[in-house]
């Protein structure tokens, strides 16, 4: 029974997550009214907790979710391989969670407007030799400044 909860907990995490894309697909005014100040708000929030440690954290993490998972996976087998319908059930569950939280603070942000349309830029093609020009001028102004940094440190 347990294993069976599971799997209907996952599809009902995955139809949520697919609803989600679905109405911010269709319905992009309704959804990005209020989505982009909600995700950079838990973003920030997240952003502030994790800043308070120097290293990179869901690195640690993922490494403690590989970990628990080779762990959990060695009990089931050292039980004859009892339970592993009710293991694989969690695995899946996890990562619909993990989907549905995923795509619900960031992924939705792949239906939003484009950047050009957000600030009034206009977009179209650029030729090769336009292309070659702007290529050509910043990198004169990238040199031009780190000569004038070079100049400062010589003379300071």
């Known amino acids: 029974m347990k294993t069976l909860g599971r799997l209907i907990l996952s599809a009902i995490f995955l139809l949520l997550t697919g609803v989600m894309a679905a109405v911010a697909h269709s319905a992009p005014e309704l959804v990005f009214a209020f989505y982009p100040d909600f995700s950079r708000g838990i973003l920030s929030a997240l952003a502030s907790v994790t800043a308070a440690v120097p290293f990179c954290v869901w690195e640690i993490l993922l490494l403690l979710a590989v970990l628990w998972l080779v762990y959990t996976l060695v009990r089931v ?74 100049r400062i440190l010589h003379a300071g």
Do not use: K
């Open 77 to 150: 087998f050292r039980h004859h391989g009892r339970g592993i319908l009710s293991w694989l059930s969690g695995i899946v569950l996890t990562l619909c969670v993990f989907l549905f939280a995923f795509v619900g603070v960031w992924g939705l942000n792949h239906f939003g407007p484009d950047v050009s349309q957000q600030l009034g830029l206009s977009v179209r093609e650029y030729s090769a030799a336009e292309l070659t020009e702007a290529t050509r001028y910043y990198a004169q102004q990238a040199t031009r400044i780190l000569e004038l940094r070079i």
